[in-house]
């Protein structure tokens, strides 16, 4: 901030100059006293600069609104909304969301520095505040091939760049358990380290809180989260497209719990987001759960600016940014405008700000690489055994199950059983055509006929594809590495609907309105191949590669058992 600016806020704020901006008889919600209280509003230079009596060049009647501040999601994938971050924040500012915390650590496993540079340069004339945490785990583990690693050395020149906070999720707990060296430079890169700890003991929690860890965003139970906050971590109440843990967890929300819990999405599709909303929809949740209002704001508010260290984010307050909503009703969180540093950009539900020009892309293009694939490619050797280790899907959650139970050989292979509901699953590495194949078996998709296949696999982002028959799974790899990435549905070998990610195979090129429409063209071809419609089989089958996430997953490598930390054999040895 320059000096001349700065005198100009103290002379606004000390009524010798009028304000750029006064939002007049708004009810003010306040997140330091919990409480509703009133008073003008008085802004400039994007800075809220007093509460009281002021006038202003502009000024609003707010009379029979709420004014509280702009929503901050505390872990989110931009990635994971299939669009650019530009396009990103056109579509949540409208839901009141005017401060993301993100870990581009899903382009960075496939396009590694260059990845991150293309977020950052993107989201720098983004009107939305997309702050980074540094991906941590580049790959996530060592027992999968990814695009690119990241080394402390290679994130250091990132360090100080006015967008990034800190360290993202750290995933690989074995390496902090048993200080590994590498993990250790990373850790200490920054004071501020994002958790990940799913599945983890008491003791776990431990050596993650001795390790400068500070947040968890992974809690499932009420137990887990009590376990996390006690130990001094903020937990963040996370309700994405799949993992959907709010409910459970606001069974642990009081007015003293809360004071360290955060909302975030952190993986959520774009068509959800424009439905349903980011964290706006967590807010709206708690309420009807029956967490006070201005208790579930603060959480989506105050307690993540003061988690991350923004100073002026978070509150309706003087020295605060002018971020914040005017809403219609504070009981049902309904949303009539959003300001950005004091400006106008969302009315009743529709982004009404400059759009930018977008990012060059060039650096995270062409990034899908197959080795020629066989009709004998996708063959999954039983031997003389008919029992197998079986993925089990659990609907809308991050967590399978381990099961071992009798399936469908022959000729001493696997085959697909729609009326049992086994289905093949494949992993094929994308980044330098190695050949490498990981395939199982998984139980709850439900596919009936056709096979789906997506380069979005977290989180080494390789081809992930499932099916009823070889041959629909084949021809989805290909045309993927066609599409240069992306979802795509297909049918006796031919593609039924397709969304192309030319951007590291991840995001959409396009406006966020053309993946919207191309998402429910793909949603239409899901039905006539008879996926399921209470969960999201593209969601889900994005997460069986994800092998930080108990129980049992697929990586390109093989079948991956979290529990022991290595890869078994789909066969279990007949006795």
Do not use: W
Request: glycine share 8%; with cysteine.
């Amino acid at each position: 901030m320059k000096k001349a600016q700065l005198k100009n806020r103290i002379a606004v704020a000390n009524k010798q100059r009028k304000a750029d901006l006064v939002i007049r008889n708004a009810s003010i919600v306040n997140v330091f006293t919990k409480s509703l209280t009133s008073g003008d509003v008085a802004i400039s230079d994007g800075m809220i600069v007093g509460i009281g009596e002021y006038e202003g060049m502009q000024e609003i009647d707010a009379t029979d609104k709420f004014i509280a501040p702009g929503l901050i999601d505390a872990h989110v994938h931009i990635e994971s909304s299939m669009v650019t971050p530009q396009q990103f924040s056109q579509v949540v500012l409208p839901h009141g969301v005017t401060t993301v915390i993100t870990d581009p650590h899903e382009i960075a496993n496939v396009s590694g520095t260059a990845g991150l540079e293309f977020m950052l340069k993107d989201a720098e004339s983004a009107l939305l505040d997309i702050k980074m945490m540094l991906p941590s785990c580049v790959p996530a583990t060592p027992f999968e091939n990814a695009g690119a690693q990241l080394s402390a050395e290679d994130l250091k020149p990132f360090v100080e760049r006015d967008q990034v906070l800190g360290l993202a999720e750290v995933m690989d707990f074995p390496a902090v358990l048993h200080g590994d060296e590498a993990m250790l430079d990373k850790l200490l890169l920054s004071r501020q380290i994002d958790g990940h700890a799913a599945g983890l003991t008491e003791n776990d929690i431990n050596v993650y809180g001795t390790a400068g860890i500070s947040t968890d965003h992974e809690c499932v139970t009420k137990e887990e989260m009590i376990a996390r906050l006690e130990r001094g971590l903020y937990v963040m109440l996370r309700e994405g497209s799949v993992a959907k843990d709010l409910h459970a967890l606001l069974e642990g929300v009081t007015e003293q719990t809360a004071q360290r819990c955060l909302f975030c999405t952190d993986d959520k599709h774009l068509d959800d987001l424009i439905e349903e909303g980011s964290v706006d929809h967590n807010v709206r949740t708690a309420i009807q759960y029956g967490i006070h209002p201005i208790t579930a704001i603060s959480i989506a508010s105050i307690n993540a600016a003061q988690c991350f260290g923004l100073r002026q984010k978070g509150a309706i307050a003087p020295g605060y940014d002018a971020d914040f909503l005017l809403l219609d009703s504070l009981e049902e969180f309904t949303i009539a405008e959003v300001y950005k540093s004091g400006l106008l950009i969302a009315q009743d539900g529709r982004y009404v700000g400059p759009v930018q020009e977008e990012s060059e892309t060039s650096s995270v293009r062409d990034t899908v690489r197959i080795a020629e694939l066989s009709a004998g490619s996708l063959q999954i050797p039983m031997g003389t055994s008919t029992t197998a280790h079986i993925i089990g899907i659990n609907p809308n959650k991050l967590i399978t199950e381990h099961l071992i139970e009798e399936t469908s050989v022959a000729d001493g292979f696997f085959v697909s059983n729609t009326t049992r509901d086994y289905l093949k699953i494949a992993v094929i590495e994308r980044h330098r055509a190695t050949g490498n194949i990981g395939l199982g078996i998984v139980k709850g998709l439900g596919l009936q006929n056709g096979a789906i296949a997506t380069t979005v696999a977290h989180d080494s982002h390789n081809v992930i594809a499932v099916g009823t028959n070889d041959e629909d799974m084949l021809a989805a790899a290909e045309a993927l590495h066609d599409l240069q990435g992306g979802l795509v549905v297909v049918q006796n070998g031919e593609v039924l609907a397709s969304l192309s990610l030319p951007i590291a195979g991840l995001m959409s090129d396009e406006p966020f309105t053309a993946v919207y429409e191309q998402l429910k063209t793909l949603d239409k071809s899901l039905l006539q191949i008879g996926a399921p419609t209470h969960f999201n089989a593209f969601l889900t089958l994005s997460f069986l590669s994800l092998p930080v996430i108990p129980h049992l997953k697929l990586t390109d490598r093989g079948l991956f058992d979290v529990a022991s930390f290595r890869h078994i054999a789909v066969a279990v040895e007949a006795k």
